[in-house]
Nanobody, 122 residues
Framework: QVQLVESGGGLVQAGGSLRLSCTASQRTYNLMGWFRQAPGKERVFVAAISSSSVSRYYADSVKGRFTVSRDNAKNTLYLQMNSLKPEDTAVYYC?????????????????WGQGTQVTVSS
């Protein structure tokens, strides 16, 4: 059973930056992703990256502002978030895709972290 632990969330002003980290308890060769959930809303896809880092995917709402990366030697996934907006406020979750479906569907991911809060003030 793989365990994921996120860190790096916090409170930042609009236009600021944060870097989220997600460390896995063991090496994974699967695609990994970030999702977020704002209060009263469903969990939505943010970004994903293949095992080799060759393929990276982003939601339109974060494209050009967020960068997903991973360090397989450290079993760690990252999300660099720049030019943050108040609408980026949410709990951010990392996950490992367990099934072969689309990268943006949360039901294709089998392992999830506990989440880290990101709050962007205006």
């Amino acid at each position: 059973q793989v365990q994921l632990v996120e860190s790096g969330g916090g409170l930042v002003q609009a236009g600021g930056s944060l870097r989220l980290s997600c460390t896995a308890s063991q090496r994974t060769y699967n695609l990994m992703g970030w999702f977020r959930q704002a209060p009263g809303k469903e969990r939505v896809f943010v970004a994903a990256i293949s095992s080799s880092s060759v393929s990276r995917y982003y939601a339109d709402s974060v494209k050009g502002r967020f960068t997903v990366s991973r360090d397989n030697a450290k079993n760690t996934l990252y999300l660099q978030m720049n030019s943050l907006k108040p609408e980026d406020t949410a709990v951010y979750y990392c996950a490992i895709r367990q099934y072969g479906g689309t990268y943006y569907s949360s039901d294709q991911y089998g392992y999830w972290g506990q989440g880290t809060q990101v709050t962007v003030s205006s």
